[in-house]
C-alpha cells in the first residue's frame, strides 16, 4: 500500500484547511487509518484515527472538537481541520494499519504499517 497526502499550505489562524489521504490500492479500504503530525524539533505526534468500519474514531487531546476525521471513500481518508492555532504548524503523516479487526484503532506510532510522505500546513498568527 502507497499512501499520498494532499491538502496542506499556509493558512491564517482560524482559518480550516482539509487534508486527504489517497492509498494507492483497494487493500486499503480493509485497514484502519490514522494522521500523524510532527513540528520541527518534536516528535511526531498523534491526530487521529478511523477503524476500517469507520464507526470508531479516536483524537488526540490537543485537536479534540476542531479536526475532524472520516474515511470520503474505498481509497480516501480525509481530515478536516478547523479553527487553526499556529501550534498546529507541523508536516502531517497519513498512515495505515494492517489489521482487519472492526473495532481496532491505531493510536501510537509502532500500531501503522504504512506512512505517507507527509503534507506540510503552516498557521500564521
Known amino acids: 500500500v502507497q499512501l499520498q497526502a494532499s491538502g496542506g499550505g499556509l493558512v491564517q489562524a482560524g482559518d480550516s484547511l482539509r487534508l486527504s489521504c489517497t492509498a494507492s490500492?483497494?487493500?486499503?479500504?480493509?485497514?484502519?487509518m490514522g494522521w500523524f503530525r510532527q513540528a520541527p524539533g518534536k516528535e511526531r505526534e498523534f491526530v487521529a484515527a478511523?477503524?476500517?468500519?469507520?464507526?470508531?474514531i479516536k483524537y488526540g487531546e490537543s485537536v479534540k472538537g476542531r479536526f475532524t476525521i472520516s474515511r470520503y471513500s474505498k481509497n480516501t481518508v480525509v481530515l478536516q481541520m478547523n479553527n487553526l492555532k499556529p501550534e498546529d504548524t507541523a508536516v502531517y503523516y497519513c498512515a495505515a494499519a494492517q489489521v482487519f479487526n472492526n473495532g481496532y484503532i491505531p493510536r501510537t506510532l509502532a500500531d501503522f504499517d504504512f506512512w505517507g510522505p507527509g503534507t506540510q500546513v503552516t498557521v500564521s498568527s
Open positions: 478511523v477503524s476500517r468500519t469507520g464507526r470508531n
Open positions: 490500492d483497494r487493500t486499503f479500504s480493509e485497514y484502519p
